[in-house]
């Protein structure tokens, strides 16, 4: 048995124990004594931050030169296989300015980043090959690296009060997204064309060793990916301008990310997503991002349905979500499900944030959201709704999927200015069910609320421009 099923059957013991105990993971009735939050304390103890040995892999011992020019990527390497060699322990980025390529993670390696040290990632799509097994948009292919990867890997961490620059910008990466707010100009090169035949490939079931994009192809690399791997940590770091996604891990368990800053406003710049990942700590860290702060995802249409492996018992804490599309968000590439999802005590604040809790999907991704407490937020202003649910994103009502969200629970929440308090919006043969706020106000709210095909929606003590609902 794997190591992935043993913990999901010791999860889902746990979870029979605690309805027997009289856990609710829907929205609880008021004389329930308990709610889905009882479980949190042991999904927090099954999330354990990896260690590491006592020594250093300092890589300027290994050929790393302080230039800017120099391209440090196999001196990095040098000193990443001869940690993992000796058994594990931390390569050292000492303070300067280090350039290098891609960088992959080997098992017991720490990546520390000391103070004022910063590795800036070359801008030549060159140094990321040869393409490696990734997902873009929640799709396996053959592509360019991520800038920092591992497959296959445990005990991994990239720790330090450094810096990682991706060094995207409008001359470099972003303009391959076809846009041009971000530097593309017509006739120029750009990932649309690929990114459809990405799709198509997978909804043909062309094996993924077949589906080889980078070199001559568009298709942006993710800043950190770890891939299959196992017991993950990110901590202290700052992050800044990505070619797209930021933090991804995908196929994952037991992960932290904590203390991290994000701050890069680029094109699909996500902050953190994890995909297809069970056991997940998000906790105090700063998100300023150029799309969804905080995404969760589990594979795209086809992808999705054939890995079919949810994202589970992910849990956030104590962040604070600036500019992007949405704070903490589901989908849209959710084909894989999703449960269990924790969020408390966000300060949720931007003139550039559209939406605080957003659940986006559509009837080709399908998939079953679930069992999702939030509580304890402060929204400041966000341009769209503070809460937003809605099944016709992006292609719409088009497939044969059709998406399940049921047992949101909400509860002490304030807002102070959007233009919707609550935006939902369900399919009539499924609509989104047993949504429970709890003590929540929304002020400055310009339209109040857009509900369609709801069941079950249960309002105590929620104020709206300083009217009870």
């Not at 150029?290 to 054939?306: L, V, Y």
Request: some cysteine; hydrophobic content about 35%.
């Amino acid at each position: 048995m794997s190591i992935r099923n043993s913990q999901t059957l010791k999860f889902r013991f746990l979870l029979i124990l605690a309805l027997i105990l009289g856990v609710s993971f829907g929205c609880s009735s008021s004389g329930n004594r308990q709610s889905g939050w009882d479980l949190l304390p042991a999904i927090l103890r099954e999330i354990v931050p990896p260690s590491f040995p006592a020594k250093d892999f300092n890589i300027t011992e290994f050929g790393a030169v302080s230039d800017q020019v120099t391209d440090c990527s196999a001196a990095i390497q040098r000193a990443v296989v001869a940690c993992y060699n000796a058994g594990g322990g931390r390569v050292i980025v000492p303070a300067g300015t280090f350039l290098t390529g891609a960088i992959h993670l080997k098992n017991n390696v720490n990546l520390h980043l000391m103070k004022d040290a910063t590795l800036l990632f070359s801008r030549n799509p060159q140094n990321y090959l040869p393409v490696v097994l990734t997902r873009f948009e929640g799709t396996e292919c053959m592509n360019y690296s991520p800038f920092i990867y591992a497959c296959e890997q445990e005990n991994i961490a990239i720790t330090g009060e450094g810096i990682l620059d991706g060094q995207a910008d409008s001359t470099a990466w972003w303009p391959w997204a076809g846009k041009t707010e971000y530097g593309w100009r017509t006739g120029a090169p750009d990932s649309r064309l690929d990114r459809m035949r990405l799709f198509q490939m997978a909804k043909d079931g062309v094996p993924v060793r077949e589906r080889i994009f980078g070199k001559d192809h568009y298709l942006r690399s993710n800043f950190i990916q770890f891939y299959r791997c196992r017991n993950i940590l990110l901590e202290d770091i700052t992050i800044r301008r990505s070619p797209m996604w930021e933090i991804h891990p995908v196929l994952c368990e037991n992960v932290t990310v904590q203390r991290v800053k994000v701050m890069s406003n680029g094109p699909n710049n996500d902050g953190c997503d994890p995909e297809s990942c069970r056991n997940v700590l998000i906790k105090d860290c700063l998100f300023d991002t150029g799309d969804d702060c905080i995404a969760i995802k589990s594979g795209r249409n086809e992808d999705g349905r054939r890995l079919r492996v949810s994202s589970e018992n992910i849990v956030i804490q104590n962040c604070t979500m600036k500019d992007g599309h949405g704070g903490v968000v589901i989908g849209s590439e959710i084909s894989g499900d999703c449960h269990n999802v924790f969020v408390e005590n966000c300060t949720m604040d931007g003139t550039n944030l559209e939406k605080a809790l957003r659940i986006k999907t559509n009837s080709l991704r399908g998939g079953i959201v679930e069992n999702i407490y939030v509580r304890n937020l402060s929204i400041g202003e966000v341009k769209d709704a503070v809460i937003w649910i809605y099944f016709y994103y992006d292609e719409g009502d088009v497939g044969e999927y059709t998406p399940i969200v049921r047992n949101v629970t909400i509860k002490n929440i304030t807002s102070k200015k959007s233009a919707f308090a609550l935006l939902l919006e369900g399919y009539e043969r499924s609509p989104i069910s047993n949504i429970l706020l709890e003590a929540c106000e929304f002020n400055g709210v310009e339209k109040g609320n857009l509900l369609k095909h709801v069941e079950g929606l249960d309002l105590r003590n929620v104020y709206i421009n300083g009217k009870l609902q």
